[in-house]
């Protein structure tokens, strides 16, 4: 049976989860938005868009992303974000294989 690249992640997640966690705390603070954040492509805390398939690992793997579902484009297309200090760690120390 074939594991999901989702379920890579997930597990992926897990074994790194105290790191994430700090992660997204260094990062929650929305001092610098305008008003309550509705917008992951404007939120100063989020990622920007194209996280869909990593929020749902983090659905999967039962640790809190911060996903942010938002329309963005002139031909308004859906996309997801997360949070901002995740993105970074997941695109700084996750292998290339669940990249």
Known sequence: MKTTKISLRASWILANRDAIDAAREATSSHAECRGYCRNGRTC????????????????????????????????????????????????????????
């Open 44 to 99: 100063k805390t989020q990622s920007g868009s194209g996280w869909g398939y990593w929020a749902a690992a983090f659905d999967k793997a039962g640790v809190r992303c911060d996903r942010m579902n938002y329309w963005s484009g002139y031909n308004s297309t859906p996309s997801t974000s997360i949070n901002r200090g995740i993105a970074k760690f997941v695109k700084e120390n996750a292998p290339d294989s669940i990249l």
